[in-house]
């Protein structure tokens, strides 16, 4: 009953706000898990939305599928330069200024800049490597997962999510395996605002990132030194692109790979427990034919869209459904929202593991900013659900699940689980 | 209707009938051809339908065009002369016979 009128409440909070008072950026709707009610009504009503005052400044809302396709593939008008404020809403995160710290990488670059930098580190996610990686990921995910205790509640975010994902970054940059769990806490602090639960301060946030780039200058420098090896570091250190990048470029690439294989995989990690849990009809269905699991691992990482938004400066007017978006303004593309669009996906808001097309979901974005690590995602995804599906009957979700306060990360902070044998 | 032959890395071939007018990306998804996994949708804006043409047939699809098709390429895996993104080229009877090799993987 209460549940029941919580969400009533809501639904009449998101309906009843003027088109004009709407602020999709406050992280509290996103922890209160209710965001998803402001989208529907923006992609009705007002789906390419102007809002004149937040937290961090005003801001236009980009809502459908189609309108998020149309800006993250119009690169010449939509830049990513993190000297432009970057790719988050909040200009703090990657620029000096307001209180962070310049943390220019390659996802906060246009070409050519980007497409340099971006090649030097893209081989690690090839093909051939990812061939080489599967062996040694599906060893681990075995591991973890048969230290689990069976029947006995416990939190799957630190034990499974967190721990598989930071060893995989390990692995990826070959990171001193004993401290990987710096890698987990760096990844939170870089996206991290004040008052959001994991920093007070700017400063605090600062000082832990110089940490980070004193750690990873010290990786820097015995790499740099040796021959060639097939880790990121190493790819770094000798790419004619990036090898002679300066130590803040060098953190700020090193900080968007942390984040980049880490909060996104994790919830994705996460958001398929509870989604099969909610949802015990697809879980009937993957148990009868865990083939499945090929169509659902992009069905989890839509159905979770672990980073909500990413966003662009326009460096030119553009017309846009309508509305004119002027030079200098700040865009975000909603992936969350174009991912429950129904004009594009068939019965958005369900979880549905046997879709036909199910890799057409924005959680990766689009152009040439498309996550350059999304074949990787889809194989840990993927081997975790094999492995699951050998040991256990079921994953019990036994509470309610706590949301990150993050209009970023969309994700998880704990999840209560019982494992049945 | 245009008659198209994929070919995989290994060698194995695929036939398609495909009626003019959809692209070779849509001709290879409906065809189960495997190797062409299309995420976008067919708008190239993520190089998961990279194709080489067969030498034969490049004057006929035309190179790899400026813009978003070049700009991806960019990122897809052993790119040559001959690649292209399946979903830009369109399908016509001048494509009659058209042979399109598939890389190793989609990146």
């Known amino acids: 009953m209460t549940a029941l009128a919580s969400t009533t409440a809501v639904a009449t909070e998101a309906e009843s706000l003027p088109l004009d008072r709407i602020d999709v950026s406050r992280a509290e709707l996103f922890e209160r898990n209710v965001e998803g009610d402001y989208f529907a009504r923006l992609r009705r009503e007002d789906p390419v939305h102007y809002c004149a005052e937040s937290a961090y400044g005003p801001y236009w809302s980009i809502t459908t599928y189609k309108d998020i396709m149309a800006v993250d593939t119009n690169h010449q008008v939509f830049s990513s330069d993190a000297g432009l404020g970057g790719i988050l809403i909040d200009d703090n995160i990657q620029k000096s200024g307001g209180g962070g710290i310049d943390l220019p990488n390659f996802i906060g670059m246009d070409p050519p800049q980007h497409d340099e930098q971006r090649k030097a580190v893209s081989p690690i996610v090839a093909p051939a490597n990812l061939a080489k990686l599967e062996g040694t990921i599906?060893?681990?995910?075995?591991?973890?997962l048969d230290g689990l205790p069976v029947g006995k509640e416990f939190d799957w975010v630190p034990e499974v999510s967190i721990e598989l994902t930071t060893q995989m970054l390990a692995t990826l940059f070959d990171f001193p395996f004993e401290d990987r769990r710096k890698l987990t806490?760096?990844?939170?602090?870089?996206?991290?605002?004040?008052?959001?639960g994991i920093i007070d301060s700017w400063e605090q946030r600062n000082n832990e990132l110089m940490d980070c780039a004193n750690y990873f200058q010290r990786l820097w420098n015995e790499r740099v030194n040796t021959d060639p090896g097939s880790d990121l570091i190493s790819m770094l250190a000798h790419s004619p692109a990036t090898r002679n990048m300066t130590a803040e470029n060098y953190l700020g690439n090193v900080v968007l790979l942390i984040v980049g294989g880490n909060d996104t995989t994790r919830n994705s990690?996460?958001?398929g427990v509870l989604a099969l849990h909610q949802n015990p009809a697809e879980f009937a269905k993957l148990k009868a034919n865990p083939a499945l699991i090929d169509s659902m691992v992009p069905e989890i990482i839509r159905w979770q869209t672990p980073l909500a938004h990413m966003r662009r400066t326009a460096?030119?007017?553009?017309?846009?459904?309508?509305?004119t978006i002027k030079k200098g303004d700040k865009v975000v593309m909603w992936y969350v929202s174009g991912n429950r669009d129904d004009t594009a996906i068939d019965r958005p808001d369900e979880f549905i593991?046997?879709?036909?097309?199910?890799?057409?979901h924005l959680s990766f974005g689009f152009g040439i900013h498309r996550c350059v690590g999304n074949r990787l995602a889809e194989m840990q995804l993927k081997i975790l659900w094999e492995e699951i599906l050998k040991r256990f009957s079921r994953i019990e979700v036994t509470g309610e699940p706590v949301r990150v306060r993050s209009n970023?990360?969309?994700g998880y902070a704990s999840l209560p689980v019982k494992l049945h044998g | 209707m245009p008659h198209i032959k994929y070919v995989e890395a290994n060698g194995t071939e695929y036939a398609?009938?495909?009626?003019?007018g959809i692209t070779a990306m849509e001709a290879a998804v409906k065809n189960g051809v495997p190797g062409i996994d299309g995420d976008c949708g067919g708008v190239a804006a993520c190089a998961t339908c990279h194709v080489y043409v067969d030498p034969a047939w490049l004057a006929k699809t035309g190179p790899a065009a400026d813009g978003m098709e070049k700009d991806m390429l960019e990122f897809a895996e052993d790119v040559r002369e001959t690649s292209r993104l399946a979903c830009q080229i369109k399908l016509d009877d001048t494509l009659d016979g058209l042979?399109?090799?598939l890389p190793e993987k989609q990146h």
């Open chain 1, 185 to 196: 806490r760096w990844s939170d602090v870089t996206v991290a605002e004040p008052g959001s």
């Open chain 2, 99 to 101: 042979v399109l090799k």
């Open chain 1, 138 to 144: 599906r060893e681990r995910v075995g591991r973890v």
């Open chain 1, 315 to 323: 460096v030119a007017d553009a017309e846009l459904g309508g509305k």
């Open chain 2, 16 to 20: 398609v009938d495909a009626p003019a």
């Open chain 1, 408 to 410: 970023f990360v969309r």
């Open chain 1, 353 to 360: 593991i046997d879709r036909e097309r199910p890799r057409q």
């Open chain 1, 269 to 271: 990690m996460t958001g």
